[in-house]
């Protein structure tokens, strides 16, 4: 069965800083997901990451695939208040009949 | 396209009523998911269809939930008798296998049953 951690959970931060989201899978993935989801609002897809060693950037956001380690990283360089938000990752098993695993959610609290 | 459309965005309904929600995918989408999301328990996957069809619905909480989809443009999920506890947000999602993308989220229905 596919499971899908995610780490931190919570996490406050001043602006300026750095800071990783951490998404780790159970099982073999070729294919995981990054949204945004602003309090009140929809989900939002940021990233979509097809491949190992996939990197995909915009703004103060940049995100990594290793399938290798089963395993997705979020980065936020400098952050921003407007980048307060709660993110989700989601993976595409090999067997999930293209129903998506979700991670539990950070939720990303950035004091100015 | 417009994206995913869902009907109502909010709804305040009282204990006992039957509720039913609405959703129109992306045109050419072949997936659609219902989920529920709670502060509780967050992100849960209620029930999914590939091409009308319904695939899982083990995520349905109980036999007072139903979800339909008659045609590729529209499906409905429906609680009767609705209880305080199904008090939630529900998004409905499509995505396409064909193209290996994301699942592109309705707006929601916030769903408050007093």
């Known amino acids: 069965e596919l499971k899908v951690e995610q780490n931190p959970l919570f996490l406050s931060m001043q602006e300026g800083k750095n800071y990783t989201i951490y998404c780790n899978y159970s099982t073999t993935s070729d294919r995981l997901y990054w949204y945004r989801q602003d309090p009140g609002k929809s989900l939002e897809s940021l990233f979509v990451?097809?491949?190992n060693g996939a990197v995909k950037q915009e703004g103060r956001l940049m995100a990594s695939l290793d399938t290798k380690a089963r395993l997705s990283t979020l980065h936020i360089t400098a952050a921003v208040h407007d980048l307060s938000a709660t993110y989700f990752c989601a993976v595409d098993g090999r067997s999930s009949n293209y129903q998506l695993i979700w991670g539990a959610g950070t939720k990303l609290i950035i004091k100015p | 396209d417009a994206g995913v459309i869902q009907s109502p965005r909010h709804e305040v309904t009282e204990m006992g009523q039957e509720v039913t929600l609405r959703c129109k995918p992306i045109?050419?989408?072949?997936?659609l998911f219902w989920y529920r999301q709670t502060m509780m328990r967050g992100l849960e996957l209620l029930i999914y269809f590939n091409n009308n069809v319904p695939i899982d619905d083990s995520g349905m909480p109980e036999d007072r939930f139903s979800a339909k989809m008659p045609n590729a443009s529209f499906s409905t999920l429906k609680i009767q008798p609705s209880e305080p506890r199904d008090s939630a947000v529900y998004f409905c999602a499509s995505r396409s296998h064909d193209s290996l993308t994301e699942a592109f989220f309705g707006q929601g229905t916030r769903l408050t049953v007093v």
């Open positions: 990451l097809l491949s």
């Open positions: 045109s050419g989408h072949d997936y």
